[in-house]
């Protein structure tokens, strides 16, 4: 059941109970009013007739007058019977005088009883009569009474269903009104999840559905929010899958197209010695790319070591694996350090300083000039080289990505450097500022002192 | 046989792949980037061009949109079939996926071969004659009877020679997939056909491998 019905339903019979209780209970007093009214009148009228008999009887006994008392009785009845009221004279069972059509069904001395009479409501008092073996029985029609009441009950009752009527009228579309809203937010949250996602709840109005509408709303935008975020995050992986799988299968193609060449073809010992070379070169590519992947996955499932660092050392150390490398490819390599001291992971570091060097190096070309350096807690690493736009330098943090695909290949880069870099600069609470520009030069340059 | 222009930026691959296909008689060019690809197609003709997509300089779908009759085959790492199909539709005659076997390159680019460039008519070593169309053979002048399968195998021989061949890989050229014979049988064929040719110094056994023909 809907809450509207609900709420109607509920309301409807609470009014009813209590207008017909009010009804009832008005009626039941306004019942025993007029009865207990007319019976005091009659009380009353009894007394002043039994008395008034009492004084006549005296009268007419101590005057002597031939009359008998039956004769008053008779006279009594009579006159009162002229007056609608019935009386009647009882002595030892026997009846002296009535006006009775019927007598009455039950009467006793000094009772007051409420009977029917011949179809008609009566009041019926039985009064023992003074100096004379007698008693009076007094009978009053209040049946008119009784009618009045009766449809003033009736009035009342009709006025009662009416109003009930009018109510289930009116209160029916004033509370579907009221729950409106509400299947309005339900429709909208249909349509949301029918994929409408752009949909949002009207919010209008200052009740508790606006507010409802608004919470909402807001509910939505968070959820649609973290959504796009998942999105992105699943399509950054997804890139990051695609991307290794080429990477992965550039070298695994080359060395089983090498090999499966060498055991199908005949060739000559100077084809088989390249052929062989180029198996030996990509399978170190290979080893090279699952060692960045180690790495990252090493920094990302690592917490890092907190420890006094020389940063200078450090990147000494870095440099001098590369040192062979630069002097191949005819590229000076100088350091500018002075005695300085970090907190954060040596091993790390080193790892860090040694890509960014390494990156500088493959940037040159033959005569190129690199420097790197560290002052107060912070290192940089700066080169002569190729530089890069604003374009290549947004995406070189990406797995994977070169600036120039065929020049860093022949450099043996595995597009996994730089992505390993920002890790490592991340988990030291810092990152990594890049300044170039295209045919002058890049200069790295890390903030080491974030972490105390 | 045909002129083929490789274009593919890593060149331990683009160089496997002129090996492999001049092993088989075809010429080869080389190029490691889109945009000399698209200079070198538009000056001179080649009849078939095996593409990389993932180019520096221009991507493989720009130069193939530059090539108007040249057959071209993909040649890519791109695997999904979402790319595939994108590589198709555009154009191409055939989706190679890295990491390819050399058998199947060869046998693709023979296939596209097949269908859009007239083949010779005859291929001829030592003085061995083949008549590719007429399945007829001639050595010093005078034909040699071969049996249709005989002269399938040497078919085979041929359109992989310098390449070495396995006996299930002869079977499945020449008896195709439901031969259920053995290894014994390619044994006897090639026996029969050293014989009657006389290819004894060409048609080489390779050890644990199978058959190549040497020319």
Request: some cysteine; aromatic content about 8%.
């Amino acid at each position: 059941m809907k809450l509207w019905q609900k709420n109607y339903l509920l309301t409807l019979a609470l009014f009813l109970v209590f207008l017909y209780a009010g009804v009832f209970s008005l009626a039941f007093f306004s019942y025993r009013r007029s009865m207990n009214d007319a019976e005091e009148t009659a009380k009353a009228e009894e007394s002043y007739i039994a008395r008034s008999f009492e004084r006549d009887l005296s009268d007419m006994l101590s005057y002597g007058s031939g009359a008998s008392a039956d004769m008053l009785m008779r006279s009594y009845v009579r006159h009162y019977n002229e007056n609608g009221i019935c009386l009647a004279f009882v002595s030892g069972g026997e009846v002296l005088a009535s006006s009775f059509e019927e007598a009455p069904a039950a009467y006793d001395e000094g009772s007051i009883l409420r009977q029917s009479i011949g179809d008609e409501r009566h009041i019926v008092i039985s009064d023992p009569l003074e100096d004379v073996d007698c008693m009076l029985v007094f009978a009053k029609n209040i049946e008119g009474v009784y009618r009045e009441f009766k449809s003033f009950a009736l009035i009342c009752g009709a006025a009662a269903v009416g109003v009930s009527l009018l109510l289930a009228a009116v209160l029916l579309p004033l509370l579907k009104k009221l729950t409106v809203p509400l299947e309005r937010l339900e429709e909208t949250a249909d349509r949301i999840s029918g994929g409408e996602l752009d949909v949002r709840a009207d919010e209008s109005g200052n009740d508790e559905f606006a507010s409802l509408a608004k919470s909402f709303n807001t509910m939505v935008g968070r959820v649609n929010a973290h959504m796009d975020e998942l999105k992105k995050e699943a399509e950054v992986k997804q890139r990051l899958v695609d991307d290794m799988a080429h990477e992965l299968r550039t070298p695994i193609t080359a060395i089983r197209g090498y090999a499966e060449y060498l055991e199908r073809a005949a060739v000559p010992e100077e084809e088989r010695l390249e052929a062989l070379s180029y198996i030996v070169s990509e399978s170190d590519r290979l080893k090279r790319i699952s060692e960045k992947i180690l790495d990252s996955a090493f920094i990302r499932e690592n917490e890092i070591k907190k420890e006094r660092v020389r940063l200078d050392e450090a990147l000494r150390e870095a440099a001098r694996p590369l040192e062979s490398k630069a002097a191949e490819k005819g590229v000076s390599l100088e350091l500018e350090t002075s005695p300085c001291e970090v907190v954060g992971d040596g091993v790390l570091l080193s790892m860090l300083f040694t890509n960014l060097i390494e990156n500088a190096v493959n940037a040159c070309g033959e005569g190129g000039a690199v420097t790197a350096g560290c002052a107060e807690g912070t290192a940089f690493v700066s080169d002569a080289g190729r530089g890069m736009t604003k374009e290549q330098l947004s995406h070189i943090t990406e797995p994977f990505y070169r600036t120039d695909k065929s020049r860093s290949r022949a450099d043996g880069g595995a597009g996994l450097g730089l992505a390993l870099c920002q890790r490592i600069a991340a988990a030291h609470c810092t990152r990594l500022e890049y300044a170039s520009e295209p045919g002058k030069g890049t200069k790295v340059t890390v903030d080491l002192t974030a972490l105390k | 046989m045909a002129r083929i222009l490789i274009v593919e930026d890593e060149k331990a691959i683009n160089d496997l792949i002129k090996r492999s296909l001049t092993l088989v008689g075809h010429e080869c060019g080389q190029v490691f980037n889109g945009l000399d690809a698209i200079e070198l197609i538009s000056s001179r003709p080649f009849d078939l061009v095996i593409l990389d997509i993932m180019l520096p300089g221009a991507s493989g779908y720009e130069v193939i949109r530059e090539i108007k009759d040249t057959p071209v085959i993909f040649l890519t790492a791109k695997a999904k079939l979402e790319d595939r199909l994108t590589g198709l539709r555009i154009g191409a005659d055939d989706y190679i996926v890295k990491p390819f076997e050399m058998l199947e390159l060869i046998e693709r680019v023979n296939a596209v071969l097949r269908r859009t460039k007239a083949e010779p008519a005859t291929f001829e070593f030592d003085d061995i004659s083949v008549d590719l169309i007429g399945k007829r053979v001639t050595k010093a002048g005078s034909e040699v009877s071969l049996t249709p399968k005989e002269y399938e195998l040497l078919a085979a021989l041929i359109a992989h020679r310098n390449v070495a061949l396995s006996r299930e890989k002869l079977i499945y050229l020449v008896w195709t997939y439901d031969y259920d014979g053995n290894d014994r049988t390619v044994d006897t064929h090639i026996r029969r056909l050293r014989q009657k040719l006389g290819l004894e110094s060409r048609l080489k056994t390779v050890y644990k491998l199978g058959y190549r023909l040497e020319v």
